[in-house]
């Protein structure tokens, strides 16, 4: 993904609320992908059904690993 590097970026840089706004755009974006595509009504055919939960869940595996620095031990 393209947004990685650019968040890799604003950490370096010190630069952390651009990074997370980057992220936040990110789940922005996979949230609109959900409701357009609307995985619940794809239940008939599986095998696309499985191609967009893979792209959701990918989005979300980065996402919060991105995000994981921040994450309150």
């Known amino acids: 993904m393209l947004f990685t590097g650019a968040v ?8 952390f609320y651009k990074g997370i706004d980057c992220v936040m755009t990110q789940l922005r ?3 609109g992908f959900m409701e357009s ?6 239940r008939k055919d599986p095998e696309i059904l499985n191609v ?3 792209i959701i869940l990918e989005n979300l595996r980065i996402c919060s690993t991105l995000l994981q620095v921040w ?3």
């Open 8 to 15: 890799s970026t604003h950490y370096n840089n010190f630069e």
């Open 29 to 31: 974006q996979t949230n």
């Open 37 to 42: 595509v609307r995985p619940w009504e794809l």
């Open 52 to 54: 967009v939960l893979h």
């Open 71 to 73: 994450a309150v031990s």
